[in-house]
DNA sequence: CGACAATTTCGATCGGCGTCGTACAATGAG
DNA sequence: CTCATTGTACGACGCCGATCGAAATTGTCG
């Protein structure tokens, strides 16, 4: 029949509907930054399992879905894994220089 | 007796102790970020008073408070009113862009 | 089909934070 | 000295969010 429509359609922003404060509250949590970091270090998707952060699995995918949600990370569906990217075009586009200053920054 | 310590010595941190995650969490609320926007706006000091945000004075004390803590903001005292500015030089140089890149955003 | 692997969803808990009102301290003017 | 001004300290309250474990969904492989 069709289809069971179960599958969460990953929902997320487009470029207008990015806001800074709501990229601020995303990156303002040690996990999410640290996942933007590795997200950025790889320069590649990188999906759910292989991201190293001290939370359990269900944890990383709330705070995926929050980075998703402030536009700050895509999300593509492959089989059962979903393959996670910095939206970085995007970000740079409307606010230069942001995403730069904070992965710059090591401490 | 001495002196009635009871003056609060405005703690701040030095440059080599701004955190980014701490700038981040300092900016991630809407009235700080309207705070910081007045400051950046204005250029020069501003008086607790003297900001428009839609919160009570104990309130805009604590924000300032938090901004200060997190060093995004430097306190001068003067009588009874304290000067607020924006750390600039500061976050310049341990985040180039990242301020830049927040006043930039218009949304 | 049946077992396993990758993630999400759900419900629950628990701490932190934004907010307020009031009381209080410090300073300057009359 | 008294009073007004400016800001802080303190306690309380309510809510949002970070976290977890367990169960469910989906796809892959034998």
Redesign the pocket.
């Known amino acids: 029949m069709a289809k069971?429509?179960?599958?969460?359609p990953i929902v997320m922003p487009t470029r207008e509907e990015i806001t800074v404060e709501g990229v601020l509250?995303a990156l303002?949590?040690?996990?999410r930054l640290a996942i933007v970091r590795q997200l950025a270090a790889s320069g590649t998707e990188v999906?759910?399992?292989?991201l190293t952060v001290?939370?359990?699995?269900?944890?990383?995918?709330?705070?995926?879905?929050?980075l998703r949600q402030a536009g700050v990370v895509a999300?593509r569906q492959e089989?059962?894994?979903?393959f996670n990217s910095l939206r970085r075009n995007d970000l740079d586009a409307l606010f230069p220089g942001l995403l730069d200053g904070v992965l710059a920054a090591q401490r």
């Open positions: 069971s429509v179960t599958l969460p509250r303002a949590d040690p996990v999906s759910c399992g292989a001290p939370v359990t699995k269900s944890t990383i995918t709330h705070h995926l879905s929050i999300g089989g059962t894994t979903r």
